[in-house]
């Protein structure tokens, strides 16, 4: 069954990290990975290609939604049955792939990794941020999550086939709830255990307190 799911990793300028991300990952059993190389200015997809991942790349860098948009059509082309997102900075917990994997056998069309249901210790910006963005997310869409921003999330092919997106930014999270709604997808949240290492924490692109800003204005300015 494994042999039918795929691990996609967006990815920008992760060289440093990203070759034992893809380790972790095989050492849970999950031998199918992608990485979208966001046009890294560094040798990110020549280190993802010799550790063993399929690698896609974008010549300019388009953004963390444009990555992932990327790497889900790649899965639907291969006829994926599950396709699981992770971040390729080393921040998420590789054991956790099993969590969402054998949520979205047991049914679940989306299975979403909430970073509050286990304790993490998450900056404050992030913590307000995600706060606001759940908030908005119920108001907008009716639906109820604890982390609305997490980027490690599963899919199954139902899911797959029907979600639609348009943002290349990281508005990108918030449409997917958008569309688990509209398509009455079923969902379920799942622990996840999340580190910030300096390293993650360095990341000029990561979703920082402005980004986060910027996110909550574009959300609420696509539903004006």
């Given at each position: 069954?494994?042999?039918?799911?795929?691990?996609?990793?967006p990815a920008y300028n992760e060289s440093k990290v990203i070759s034992k991300v893809i380790s972790d990952i095989k050492k849970q059993g999950f031998e199918n990975i992608i990485v979208i190389d966001d046009g890294s200015s560094d040798n990110t997809y020549e280190v993802a290609q010799k550790s063993g991942a399929k690698v896609l790349r974008h010549f300019i860098n388009r953004g963390k939604g444009a990555?992932?948009?990327?790497?889900?059509?790649?899965c639907k082309i291969l006829n994926a049955d599950y396709v699981i997102t992770m971040d390729g900075d080393g921040q998420h917990e590789s054991k956790d792939l099993n969590l969402i994997f054998n949520e979205l056998k047991s049914g679940c069309d989306v299975v979403l990794g909430s970073r509050f249901l286990r304790q993490n210790e998450m900056p404050l910006p992030n913590?307000?941020?995600?706060?606001?963005?759940?908030?908005l997310t119920y108001f907008f869409y009716g639906i109820k999550v604890t982390d609305s921003q997490s980027g490690f999330r599963g899919y199954n092919k139902k899911a797959l086939n029907l979600i639609e997106t348009q943002s290349e930014?990281?508005?990108?999270?918030?449409?997917?709830?958008?569309?688990?709604?509209?398509?009455?997808?079923?969902?379920?949240?799942v622990p996840i255990m999340v580190y910030y290492t300096d390293y993650s924490r360095s990341k000029n692109r990561?979703?920082?307190?402005?980004n986060g800003l910027k996110t909550l204005y574009n959300i609420i300015i696509k539903q004006l």
């Open positions: 069954m494994k042999g039918k799911v795929y691990i996609l990793i990555a992932v948009k990327t790497g889900l059509q790649a913590r307000i941020f995600n706060y606001v963005a759940n908030i930014e990281y508005e990108f999270d918030t449409e997917v709830l958008r569309e688990i709604s509209r398509h009455n997808l079923k969902f379920s949240e990561k979703q920082g307190f402005i």
